[in-house]
């Protein structure tokens, strides 16, 4: 007698239904058990309105978590930084597998860099995040675009290139990847230029709380490195002023660690370029480094905060 399906939910985007079909695979190979997609209609898809006037990116959870309580779907897969920081005690984050390439990237029209840009450019975003980021670069390098928000899928926004009305868009590079269209990207931006957004490229797979036999299943696909990374990106909090001008942009360390439930005001939001020592806020936690070729995780704790940077 076959088992019956396991229903994963996830939003109708080519780019959700490819992450989750790839989430779906491997939680089929786990279980033994189908897996059968239920494409769910969130807010943020069927609104045209720009995100920071809708509730920012949460919108895009929030139909899959009620479906989540009401039962109709088993699990959901998210993308981890669309995610609220504050988790319902009702769900949990049953696995966070490896995670894509965090960075942004940006594509353009005749194959050009962000600094070959002509003067005047129109460079499309729909993250209030990468907005700014970008526009504090223009005003630091004495360059001239505009940033445009926009909505849309991948496709839609690709468009707005290819048929001139915008000169270049910035993506994340962990989307493209997914949908297979890598080959487009003209720039991988720095992270110096644009800092990825807390948990970007990861994935979350979301179920109840209650359903421990789906849970210990999910855990097979949980990546414990990517977890820690992604935890301590998450765990303090964000800059109140552009990430691109902000000392964590030019430091080696992505993000600085912190407590799984405490702010940190260390060496990072003090202002000073040259603070090195980061936070470590108890429980420790791995951090996210950036090598030459690739993103690792690093298993072990930074210096203790000193005198004038401590944790509140």
């Given at each position: 007698?076959?088992?019956?399906?396991?229903?994963?939910?996830?939003?109708?985007?080519?780019?959700?239904?490819?992450?989750?079909?790839?989430?779906?695979?491997?939680?089929?190979?786990?279980?033994?058990?189908?897996?059968?997609?239920?494409?769910?209609?969130?807010?943020?898809?069927?609104?045209?309105?720009?995100?920071?006037?809708?509730?920012?990116?949460?919108?895009?959870?929030?139909?899959?978590?009620?479906?989540?309580?009401?039962?109709?779907?088993?699990?959901?897969?998210?993308?981890?930084?669309?995610?609220?920081?504050?988790?319902?005690?009702?769900?949990?984050?049953?696995?966070?597998?490896?995670?894509?390439?965090?960075?942004?990237?940006?594509?353009?029209?005749?194959?050009?860099?962000?600094?070959?840009?002509?003067?005047?450019?129109?460079?499309?975003?729909?993250?209030?995040?990468?907005?700014?980021?970008?526009?504090?670069?223009?005003?630091?390098?004495?360059?001239?675009?505009?940033?445009?928000?926009?909505?849309?899928?991948?496709?839609?926004?690709?468009?707005?290139?290819?048929?001139?009305?915008?000169?270049?868009?910035?993506?994340?590079?962990?989307?493209?990847?997914?949908?297979?269209?890598?080959?487009?990207?003209?720039?991988?931006?720095?992270?110096?230029?644009?800092?990825?957004?807390?948990?970007?490229?990861?994935?979350?797979?979301?179920?109840?709380?209650?359903?421990?036999?789906?849970?210990?299943?999910?855990?097979?696909?949980?990546?414990?490195?990517?977890?820690?990374?992604?935890?301590?990106?998450?765990?303090?909090?964000?800059?109140?002023?552009?990430?691109?001008?902000?000392?964590?942009?030019?430091?080696?360390?992505?993000?600085?660690?912190?407590?799984?439930?405490?702010?940190?005001?260390?060496?990072?939001?003090?202002?000073?370029?040259?603070?090195?020592?980061?936070?470590?806020c108890p429980p420790p936690v791995p951090y996210l480094r950036r090598t030459r070729r690739r993103w690792r995780s690093v298993a072990n704790s930074p210096p203790?905060?000193?005198?004038?940077?401590?944790?509140?």
């Amino acid at each position: 007698m076959t088992e019956k399906a396991l229903r994963l939910g996830t939003r109708r985007s080519k780019l959700a239904m490819a992450q989750s079909g790839q989430v779906a695979e491997a939680v089929s190979q786990v279980t033994g058990r189908p897996v059968e997609l239920v494409e769910i209609t969130t807010y943020g898809d069927v609104s045209r309105e720009h995100l920071a006037q809708i509730g920012g990116t949460g919108v895009f959870v929030a139909a899959l978590r009620e479906a989540l309580a009401r039962g109709e779907v088993d699990f959901a897969v998210h993308s981890l930084k669309d995610i609220p920081t504050t988790q319902p005690d009702e769900l949990v984050v049953a696995a966070i597998p490896v995670r894509e390439d965090p960075r942004d990237v940006m594509i353009t029209r005749d194959a050009l860099k962000l600094t070959d840009l002509p003067r005047g450019a129109r460079i499309g975003t729909g993250s209030p995040r990468r907005m700014a980021q970008l526009n504090a670069y223009a005003r630091s390098h004495g360059m001239d675009f505009e940033t445009v928000p926009i909505r849309g899928n991948i496709d839609t926004r690709i468009g707005y290139v290819t048929k001139g009305d915008l000169d270049a868009v910035v993506l994340a590079a962990a989307g493209l990847n997914r949908v297979g269209r890598s080959d487009e990207v003209t720039d991988f931006l720095s992270v110096d230029t644009v800092l990825p957004a807390p948990g970007q490229g990861a994935l979350a797979v979301e179920t109840t709380a209650d359903n421990a036999e789906l849970i210990a299943a999910l855990a097979e696909l949980d990546d414990l490195f990517t977890r820690a990374a992604v935890t301590a990106e998450r765990s303090c909090s964000p800059p109140s002023r552009p990430a691109a001008a902000h000392p964590w942009a030019r430091s080696p360390i992505s993000w600085p660690t912190g407590g799984l439930s405490r702010k940190c005001a260390c060496a990072a939001s003090s202002g000073r370029p040259t603070a090195r020592r980061w936070c470590s806020c108890p429980p420790p936690v791995p951090y996210l480094r950036r090598t030459r070729r690739r993103w690792r995780s690093v298993a072990n704790s930074p210096p203790r905060c000193s005198r004038r940077a401590r944790p509140v």
